[in-house]
């Protein structure tokens, strides 16, 4: 098996939008790859004996346990999902195993007002440990575009997952992603949301349940929102199982557009935390950005707590960096580089500094 | 080096300093003392040429040039440097990023780095969760990195212990042993005093100068006396 193979299958003018996700087109880094452009599953391909990834439509003809996932998340909240998709993925890393190098899945559109819906499943089983990315991007020709994209997380007893989603559109296409995860006794599952280029619309609000004791959640997301963008953005973590943990971390910054950050903590049952941590930076006088923390038990013994900051950049934080021989200009876009600071993404290292640059190619002369 | 002539300066329409006038030359370091809220801070913050600080009379002379329009960021370039009294945070932005920065020299950062105390801190926050302390080397660390040919430190010891007054002493004695470095230093407790060779202080009052004479036998007066004596022996024309 021959490494970068899935560069066959993107076009040369398409490879800088579609590594902007976070798509490693070496494959030098990653252990399996998945690639969709609008409705067709183009490439998939595992690298590692322990990682399976397959278009979704292919699991359900083949595999005799999919019904056990399709679908079974959103039951298990009665909540209702598209049944018109058309692709998507099912990936499922092995029992125990533990995968080094990251999964990467790229969800492409392609051609001018196309309305892309997959369904994606996940299943980590138990004691597994895995990074997976997903990068969803728009052709220069995508005007209008839709995007849907319905996902269920399975993470199992122990199990590890680190799942980090780039959005990288484009200023008139719109996107609904629609998520739950269930996480059983003792597993942790780590969402990461990164979204620094125009898009016209993004609506979502995944949702976590807890069902094991001792289980981990922790949605962390960068939003960088351009004049005319509107994200609705919020995180929703169940606390069910006992001793369940939840946190939320937003960073928000708009240049002048319009930004919903929304957050919830239920707890469900005795000594479980959660906290949810809100912070937005305003540039322009356009920007909005409204915080919408909630929390909510029916236990005495939980401790949930939460802390919002929305304003402007600090005078005092500008001043200082010019105290050090810096101009205003620079000053600000370090303040707010800093704000988007990738360490609170909890990724390994090697992750850590791929996201880091790839951040810096983006922010640079956003602002 | 620095020259005060006549300076006045209102924060949010409130006269704070009053008619100072005062001159340091290269290669001198000078000492300002005063109670609380007596405007030391509001004229370093001043001649950094911080927003909201309003030169309503005077100028400020730095090397030849009037610097009452300039930005903070022309005043460090022309050899201007802050250590802060309070210095703010900032999220995400690591002390070595600043450091390095200041300085294109990795041995010279590592070394005064290792020299404050603060590797640990290089991949830190800026100022985020540091001791008073920490924030005090800090800033001590990233102005000398600065090099600047003037300092202005505002209480560089105020709440250092007194083993790392030691180590911050040492290194600022050493910095302005160059005799092309001069600074103003503001400070309560005098320690610095012990490491600095300052010749003249002055002490200020609800915004005006005091006074002028040695450092140490200043302090030992202030100590002794209180600030009030030092009204006795008017000199509101510090020169
Ligand atoms: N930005 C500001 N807004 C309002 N008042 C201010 C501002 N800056 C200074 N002041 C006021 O000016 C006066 C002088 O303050 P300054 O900080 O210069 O005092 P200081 O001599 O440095 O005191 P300390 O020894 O406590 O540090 C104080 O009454 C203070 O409240
Ligand atoms: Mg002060």
């Known amino acids: ?367 | 080096m620095l020259e005060v002539n006549g300076l006045s300066v209102e924060v949010e329409g409130k006269l704070i300093l009053d008619n100072i006038h005062f001159s340091i030359k290269k290669g001198e370091a000078a000492v300002l003392f005063g109670p609380n809220g007596s405007g030391k801070s509001t004229l370093i913050k001043t001649i950094m040429g911080f927003a909201g600080y309003e030169v309503t009379k005077g100028d400020i002379i730095f090397k030849g040039k009037k610097i009452n329009d300039f930005s903070t960021e022309q005043r460090v370039k022309l050899g201007l440097g802050i250590m802060y009294q309070h210095p703010p945070a900032i999220r995400g932005v690591k002390l070595s990023q600043i450091a390095r920065v200041l300085s294109k020299n990795e041995k010279d950062i590592r070394l005064m780095s290792e020299r404050l105390a603060l590797t640990g801190h290089l991949d830190r926050d800026i100022n985020l969760g540091f001791s008073g302390g920490e924030m005090k080397r800090s800033e001590l660390f990233q102005v000398i990195l600065q090099n600047p040919d003037f300092l202005l430190l505002d209480e560089p010891e105020s709440g250092v212990d007194l083993e790392n007054i030691g180590i911050m002493g040492k290194v600022l004695s050493d910095y302005l042993r160059d005799a092309a470095k001069s600074a103003l230093m503001i400070t309560h407790t005098g320690y610095i005093l012990e490491y600095v060779k300052a010749k003249n202080s002055c002490v200020m009052i609800e915004g005006k100068l005091w006074c002028v004479g040695n450092p140490k036998e200043m302090f030992e007066s202030i100590r002794k006396y209180g600030y009030d004596k030092c009204k006795e022996c008017v000199c509101p024309r510090v020169k």
């Open chain 1, 1 to 367: 098996m021959s490494k970068g193979e899935i560069a066959r299958h993107i076009q040369p003018e398409e490879k800088k939008i579609i590594s902007s996700s976070g798509i490693d087109i070496s494959e030098d880094m990653r252990s399996a790859t998945f690639l969709q452009k609008d409705s067709s599953v183009v490439f998939s391909r595992s690298l590692s004996d322990d990682v399976e990834i397959m278009n979704i439509h292919d699991a359900l003809k083949e595999l005799p346990d999919i019904k056990n996932y399709y679908g079974q998340a959103f039951k298990s909240l009665n909540r209702d999902y598209p049944l018109d998709t058309e692709g998507g993925y099912f990936i499922r890393v092995k029992k125990g195993k533990t995968v080094e190098l990251p999964i990467q899945a790229c969800l492409f559109l392609k051609s001018q007002g196309f309305q892309q819906k997959v369904h994606n499943i996940i299943v980590v089983e138990e004691g597994a440990r895995v990074y997976l990315i997903t990068g969803c991007s728009a052709s220069e020709a995508a005007h209008e575009g839709f995007h849907l994209g319905i996902s269920e997380f399975f993470v199992k007893k122990d199990a590890y997952l680190n799942f980090t989603m780039i959005h990288s559109w484009r200023e008139d296409v719109s996107v609904k992603p629609m998520s739950i995860s269930l996480v059983e006794e003792g597993a942790s599952f780590i969402s990461n949301y990164i979204s620094l280029r125009p898009v016209k619309e993004i609506t979502m609000y995944p949702t976590t349940v807890l069902n094991g004791s001792d289980a981990r959640a922790r949605y962390n997301s960068l939003i960088l929102s351009h004049p005319d963008s509107f994200h609705d953005i919020g995180s929703r973590v169940i606390l069910k199982g006992r001793n369940t943990q939840a946190e939320i971390i937003a960073r928000s910054v708009s240049l002048g557009g319009r930004v919903i950050n929304r957050g919830h903590i239920k707890a469900e049952n005795k000594d479980v935390t959660g906290h949810l941590e809100c912070r937005g930076l305003i540039l322009s006088e356009q920007g909005i950005i409204h915080a919408i923390p909630e929390m909510e038990t029916n236990y005495r013994d939980v401790n949930l707590s939460h802390e919002a900051a929305i304003g402007k950049i600090s005078k005092d934080e500008i001043e200082y960096l010019c105290s050090r021989g810096f101009t205003a200009e620079e000053a600000q876009s370090i303040i707010v580089r800093g704000f988007m600071d990738v360490d609170i993404l909890g990724l390994p290292d090697m992750l850590r500094q791929e996201i880091d640059k790839l951040e810096n190619d983006m922010l640079k002369g956003s602002f």
